[in-house]
């Protein structure tokens, strides 16, 4: 069956800009995970989803990152008013009920100019 | 100090060697511990989860000591294919807060 699909792979927005970008995850997976990577570092945890209840977003680092999953399946990361330190890749993984594996997306390159 | 901290590498090592790495973590109320992969560009995959009692899959062993709240990867044997970054990943009780560290990198030479 077909793995996490992000969407897009690659955005370039202007400083200030709003981005949007989508998560497709895995049919039937219950929880939902974004994260942040920089440049040669690991995963930064985000935010989590268990079907559309959001249960975790401590890891958002700002009011301008804001998270959803409206039906329990796709999920949307909107950043407002983007800044460069924003400039990452953004990963989203899932995971099926009671099982603790993640499956991750291919990410979304970020580049705030 | 970061809650999951990893060797910080990068390990050059040639084909057939054996290599290690460590792991600790700060949070004593973690619940689970896995290894995960992570090639060039490309996402993190599973390599393997990591229990008290030891595991192993083929040429990788991975242990838990909780008392000392540290997680360990051995490779034996290794591969030009193994050359990637193996990140360490810990999580909260509850089971969803998903720590990483930093991750290691290793690059196996022929």
């Known amino acids: 069956g077909a793995g996490v699909s992000q969407s897009p792979r690659y955005k370039v927005a202007k400083r200030g800009q709003d981005v949007a970008l989508r998560c497709d995850p895995i049919s039937g997976h219950v929880s939902l995970f974004w994260y942040q990577q920089a440049l040669g570092q690991g995963p930064e945890f985000l935010t989590y989803f268990q079907n559309e209840a959001q249960l975790d977003k401590s890891g958002l680092p700002s009011d ?3 998270a959803e999953r409206p039906e329990g399946s796709v999920s949307t990361l909107k950043i407002q008013r983007t800044q460069q330190e924003d400039s990452a890749v953004y990963l989203c993984a899932s995971s099926p009920p009671r099982w603790e594996t993640q499956y991750f997306g291919p990410g979304t390159r970020l580049l705030v100019l | 100090r970061k809650e999951v901290e990893q060797d910080p590498g990068p390990f050059n090592v040639p ?5 290690a790495f460590n792991c600790t973590y700060s949070n004593s109320a973690s619940q689970s511990f896995f ?11 599973l390599l393997m989860s990591v229990y008290s009692s030891g595991n ?3 040429r990788f062993t991975a242990q838990l000591n909780r008392a000392s709240q540290y997680i360990s990867l051995l490779i034996r044997d290794s591969k030009l294919s193994d050359s990637a970054t193996y990140l360490c990943v810990v999580t909260r009780l509850g089971g969803f807060k998903t720590i990483f560290g930093a991750g290691t990198r290793l690059f196996v030479k022929a």
């Open chain 1, 64 to 66: 301008r990152f804001f």
């Open chain 2, 35 to 45: 290894w995960y992969r992570q090639d060039c560009r490309k996402e993190p995959k």
């Open chain 2, 15 to 19: 084909e057939g060697a054996t290599v």
């Open chain 2, 56 to 58: 192993e899959d083929g």
